[in-house]
Structures are given as structure tokens and as C-alpha cells.
């Protein structure tokens, strides 16, 4: 109709549609386009076919609306992506936990079996032996009491000998001293052996075969023992002639021995074997 001017339709802006231009102005909301592809297509999909059939959308503007939904897209499928790669670190964050938490409980189920071993291994009753190999070699490293508890003197005749000590001579914790008793079990010297504090193992001594009276004794067998390092419950340590470490094992005529420092002895006169302190 003749001065009528139809008034051009303009093109629908998906910023201002979409919350993009309220959400530069405001700040503090900081994710204002919840719009899904779907919704974005659609209002895509709408401005087009509401547009001015005489002034049809550039192609620029189309390209731009493209790309815009495609970023878009590429957004939601990178959000996606990373929320994704969150749940995995969560999820092998978690399993690490409970590996870490299996192994610490595993290792304190095996402090505790082994402390148990270690216990029964401690108050096991002595062993039956048998002249083999096997059991010979079992033994190295281990200590050994035997039947053999003494020496056989020559009157007059200093005689040498050797004693285990389990840990080093304290002298804080008393004089320790080599005693002498004779068949009657009576003590017939008692030496002073201070000057062998901290020194422990295999220890070397000499006996000049004289009682305290500094006379000679008459020969015959005498039991020798050391009393060392007092102990809270009142008992000294005590080292004694056929006591002490396995060092090896030696073969006489087939025969298995043990080596205990200077001593030499057959694997049947040893009556308890047990782990050293």
C-alpha cells in the first residue's frame, strides 16, 4: 500500500540472545551461556529463516554464526574431555590409596610373622642332631652349648684357653672376672679381667694354674666361667668353655665337626644350637 513503509526486520543478535554481552558487562557470574549445540542450531536455524528475504544475511555473518558454533561445539567437547580426565585422576588417585594402604598393611602383617618367628626361634627347645652335612652346615653362624666345660691342668703348667663373650665387656656394669672351680666344685681362683672392656667374640686368656693364695694347683680337670655385664634382674653374663659361635664346619674322616675358635669338636658332643642375641 502506497505510503506504507514496511519496516525492515532485523537479524537476531545471538550475543545478546545467548547472555554473551551481559556477561562481558558482568563479571562476577562467571559462566552466563548454558545454551547446548541443539539450542545454539536452533536459534541459528530461526535467525535465518526470519531474516529479510531483501536484505538476506551476509556471508560473512554466516561464517562468523558458523564458527561461533563451532567453538562452541569444540568447547563442550574440550570441557567434556577434561572433566573426563578429572574422574580418571580421581579414580587412580583413589587406587593408588588403596595399593598404598595394601602394602603398608602387608608389610605389618610380615613385621609381625616375623617377629613371631623370630620369638619362636628364641625359646625353641634344643635340637636333635645328626652326623650329616646338612645339618652341619645349618649350624654355622649359630651358638652352641656343649658338653664340655672345663680343662684338663698340669700341675705347675700354665694352660691357654679361649672364651665367648655374646657383647662387649662393660665395666660399668661390674668387675668382670674369670672363676676357677675345681672337681668339687669349689672356686679356687678368681682373675680380674677389667683390661678387656669393650671387646667381645672369641677372647684369649692364661691361666697360671694357681688358686688365689697364688699356690699351685694339683692337676686334674677345673671348670672355667667368666661373670660379666651385671643385668637389672640381678644375673651377671656368663661365657664358659664350650660355649659359643659356629664358625665353621670341619671334616675328619667324613666326619662333620664344629669349629668354635681354637676348639674343635665333634657335632655329637653339641647339646642345644640357638640364634645369637
Known amino acids: 500500500m502506497e505510503g506504507i513503509v514496511e519496516k525492515t526486520k532485523e537479524p537476531i543478535n545471538l550475543n545478546e540472545v545467548t547472555g554473551y554481552n551481559k556477561a562481558q558487562k558482568d563479571k562476577k557470574k562467571p559462566d552466563t551461556n548454558k545454551l547446548d549445540n541443539t539450542a545454539f542450531m536452533k536459534l541459528f536455524l530461526e535467525q535465518l529463516k526470519n531474516q529479510d528475504p531483501t536484505a538476506p544475511m551476509e556471508t560473512d555473518k554466516i561464517i562468523t554464526q558458523t564458527a ?4 562452541v561445539e569444540m568447547q563442550e567437547q ?82 691357654d684357653f679361649e672364651l665367648y663373650f655374646d657383647e662387649p665387656i662393660d665395666i660399668t656394669k661390674g668387675i668382670p672376672k674369670l672363676l676357677v672351680f675345681n672337681e668339687n666344685k669349689e672356686l679356687v681362683r678368681s682373675i680380674d679381667i677389667s683390661s678387656y672392656v669393650g671387646k667381645s667374640g672369641y677372647l684369649n686368656f692364661r691361666w697360671d694354674t694357681k688358686n688365689d693364695a697364688m699356690e699351685s694347683l694339683p692337676s686334674g680337670a677345673y671348670s672355667i666361667i667368666a661373670n660379666y655385664n651385671f643385668n637389672s634382674d640381678g644375673s651377671y653374663n656368663i661365657a664358659r668353655i664350650g660355649r659359643g659361635e659356629v664358625q665353621s664346619i670341619v671334616f675328619n674322616e667324613g666326619v662333620p665337626n664344629l669349629r668354635m675358635g681354637e676348639l674343635v669338636i665333634p657335632i655329637s658332643d653339641a647339646v642345644e644350637f640357638y640364634l645369637k642375641k
Not at 68 to 71: F, G, I, R, V
Not at 82 to 91: D, G, N, Q, R, Y
Open 68 to 71: 561461533q558454533l563451532t567453538q
Open 78 to 159: 574440550t570441557k567434556q574431555t577434561m572433566i573426563e580426565v578429572a574422574e580418571a585422576m580421581k579414580s587412580t588417585k583413589a587406587t593408588n590409596e588403596e595399593l598404598k594402604n595394601l602394602q603398608t598393611g602387608m608389610k605389618t602383617t610380615l613385621e609381625a610373622l616375623l617377629t613371631v618367628l623370630n620369638n619362636e626361634n628364641n625359646i625353641k627347645s634344643p635340637l636333635k642332631l645328626e652326623s650329616n652335612t646338612n645339618n652341619g652346615l645349618d649350624m654355622i653362624g649359630k651358638i652352641a652349648e656343649t658338653n664340655i666345660n672345663g680343662v684338663n691342668i698340669k700341675e705347675n703348667e700354665p694352660i
